[in-house]
């Protein structure tokens, strides 16, 4: 009888994800060596620059570190980009998925989104501000369920997932 390979034991490292830490402070002095760079190189530059990242962790516990801003690497350095990536935070829930956006200084009636079975664009051309981010979303999703709310600078939008259904038994005749 063959023998079942043994689970690794559990170690507080896994657990609470620190054995990710090493490779988060990397990336950390990655961004830190960037953004140095790119206000060096931007200084002068008309317009503000906006840069920033958020911290969540998957459905595995792995950490992920989500950029923002409108500062983009480009051939010869960094680079600004007129139009804003917002910050965005994207919850699977059980019937729905939710995407909350930062969009402040915008009028709602500047907000433009378009959604598909996988992904969800927002695009803001106001004369103020300007913003652009194209959402990945981790399950499909009925567009046509989709509802969005904006307040205090915030959007919010929650799409259904799709239902999945069970075939129909057939009778033969």
């Known amino acids: 009888m063959a023998e079942l390979p043994k689970k690794k034991p559990l170690s507080f490292d896994s657990i609470w994800g620190f054995d990710e830490i090493d490779g988060m402070m990397e990336r950390f002095k990655m961004m830190d060596h960037f953004m140095s760079e790119a206000l060096e190189q931007l200084e002068g530059r008309e317009g503000p620059v906006f840069y920033g990242f958020s911290i969540s962790i998957d459905n595995?516990?792995?950490?992920?570190?989500?950029?923002?801003?409108?500062?983009?690497?480009?051939?010869?350095?960094?680079?600004?980009?007129?139009?804003i990536e917002p910050l965005v935070?994207?919850?699977?829930?059980?019937?729905?998925?939710?995407?909350?956006?930062?969009?402040?200084?915008?009028?709602?009636?500047?907000?433009?989104?378009?959604?598909?079975?996988?992904?969800?664009?927002?695009?803001?051309?106001?004369?103020?501000?300007r913003y652009h981010k194209e959402v990945d979303l981790p399950q499909k999703v009925n567009p046509d369920t989709a509802k969005a709310t904006y307040k205090n600078g915030v959007l919010e939008v929650c799409v259904g997932k799709v239902v999945k259904r069970r075939g129909k038994q057939l009778k033969v005749e």
């Open 60 to 83: 595995e516990g792995k950490p992920i570190v989500n950029e923002f801003g409108n500062v983009k690497p480009g051939l010869k350095g960094p680079e600004l980009a007129e139009e």
């Open 89 to 129: 935070d994207v919850i699977d829930s059980k019937d729905a998925v939710k995407i909350y956006a930062e969009l402040p200084g915008v009028e709602k009636g500047d907000i433009d989104l378009s959604a598909t079975e996988s992904s969800l664009t927002i695009s803001v051309h106001g004369e103020k501000k």
